[in-house]
């Protein structure tokens, strides 16, 4: 409160009132002349400007916002401005059949999306009753490529987070070793990303001719190429420097605020859906939950390096586990689409299944029209099914009114609750540590606004 002289009104007091808002801090003022309280308010403080880093921010593809407080290098207050890539997707999966959903959920976390689709399946599939007919092969199947999935995605968390403290080889490496794994995918699903390969009930298609020898090539070449980050960065002095002790974050933070995967893991918590609630017969695989106790940046690339030698035990275990039969429920009226083939021109219903129910089954052409165009029927009631991500818990609540689309589906996302930790992170540290900060998060932004 301050006094000014102000015409007419010799000794009227000059009131300015300040309060903080989620807008940032707001004055409120009665009487006095403005200029001249602007003045003093710029005088308080004038080492104190706020800052926006992005959305144009690198690590995170053109879509979040920070805003920064800072007092000269120093970031003082720190917050996340989001829904710069909001789809919709969960509100548009209430317009869909339940498999179509597979569709709109491999599309958040575009780096994660078998995850996904695992996630949303197993949901669909408590709610059908049918988790135990889910034939072992198309268990088998999900956990290889969610695997590789781990791995990939890992891979691009290390190399974008590399190219922004400098070390484009790290980058040029991590792209180079993921682009091994999409051709995997590619070869398995027909795309390289936004799969839909995972449906309730199994999968899409069983593996093509190949793919299990490209699978082996590839655990031989990335074993091989694994050690090379470790000697890139993992004892690199600069590297070092610039990680350790950067976007700290302990135990007890992460708890608080509902951080998982790596973050978690950095702080010393073995905490791994895989082990401690397993799904898709985790739970018969051998496999180890690295961590570490260093709480920061450093701590999380580490923990990540470790994951993918680990995922490469467990793809090995799952090739030496592929058993022949089916991949999806032996059920008719959930087992969608039917028979798919790989043709030239993409995935798409098998020839010779079309000419079977075209020429000599009316019945089987009439089931296939409305099972396709309507949608099978879920039983009404809530499920909710949790994976480990790559980047954390993974975990999905759907809900049935008993119709043949979702009442309600709803993610929660690592990518969003781990975002959380951003400013707990930042604040007391520099700008340019920021950047480390986020990387080490490595959040997703489709996965975060969905």
């Known amino acids: 409160m301050s006094t000014h002289s102000t015409p007419g009104t010799p000794h009227a007091p000059t009131q300015a009132e300040e309060r903080e808002t989620t807008e940032g ?3 409120t003022v009665t009487g006095g002349d403005w200029d001249e309280l602007a003045e003093t308010v710029a005088k308080a403080d004038d080492e104190r400007i706020i800052v926006n880093m992005g959305p144009q921010h690198p690590s995170t593809h053109g879509v979040l916002r920070l805003i920064l407080e800072i007092d000269g290098e120093t970031v003082t207050e720190a917050r996340s401005g989001i829904g710069y890539l909001h789809t919709g997707i969960e509100k548009n999966m209430e317009f869909r059949t339940w498999t179509q959903g597979s569709t709109f959920v491999t599309r958040m976390d575009y780096l994660t999306p078998l995850f996904n689709e695992t996630a949303y399946c197993l949901a669909v599939e ?10 072992d092969r198309a268990s088998v199947i999900r956990v290889l490529l969610m695997e590789l999935n781990r791995i990939a995605s890992h891979l691009v968390c290390i190399a974008t987070g590399g190219m922004e403290l400098g070390a484009t080889t790290i980058m040029i490496y991590g792209f180079r070793d993921r682009e091994m794994i999409l051709d995997i995918f590619e070869l398995v699903t ?4 936004n799969h839909a390969y995972v449906r309730p009930g199994g999968l899409a298609q069983d593996l093509p001719p190949g793919a299990v020898d490209q699978v082996r090539e590839f655990v031989k070449k990335f074993r091989k190429n694994l050690p090379e980050y470790d000697k890139l960065a993992t004892g690199n002095p600069i590297f070092k420097g610039r990680m350790q002790d950067v976007g700290y974050l302990d135990l007890a933070g992460c708890m608080s605020l509902g951080a998982t995967g790596p973050i978690l893991r950095a702080a010393g918590l073995p905490h791994d859906l895989r082990k401690s609630d397993p799904y898709c017969g985790y739970e018969n695989y051998e496999f180890e939950v690295p961590t570490t106790d260093t709480c920061d940046s450093y701590g999380r690339f580490v923990v990540r390096l470790h994951e993918m030698a680990q995922s490469l035990r467990i793809v090995e275990q799952c090739l030496d586990r592929l058993e022949p039969g089916p991949v999806m429920v032996e059920d008719k009226k959930i087992a969608w689409p039917a028979q798919l083939a790989l043709g030239p021109d993409g995935m798409g219903n098998s020839l010779d299944h079309i000419k079977k129910i075209m020429g000599t089954s009316m019945e089987a052409l009439i089931h296939h029209f409305k099972l396709v165009t309507e949608g099978f029927r879920v039983p009404p009631g809530q499920a909710y099914a949790a994976v480990e991500s790559a980047k954390g818990e993974l975990g999905v609540h759907v809900v049935s009114d008993g119709g043949t689309r ?3 589906v709803h993610f929660r996302d690592p990518s969003f609750s781990n975002l959380q930790s951003m400013a707990a992170m930042c604040e007391g540290g520099q700008v340019a540590d920021v950047i480390v900060a986020v990387a080490s998060i490595d959040p997703v932004m ?5």
């Not at 027909?190 to 990303?193: D, E, K, P, V, Y």
């Not at 489709?446 to 969905?450: A, C, H």
């Open 446 to 450: 489709g996965g975060v606004d969905r």
């Open 25 to 27: 801090r707001v004055f």
């Open 190 to 193: 027909g795309l390289r990303m």
């Open 406 to 408: 979702p009442y309600r």
């Open 126 to 135: 408590k709610l059908l009753g049918i988790t135990d007919q889910v034939p």
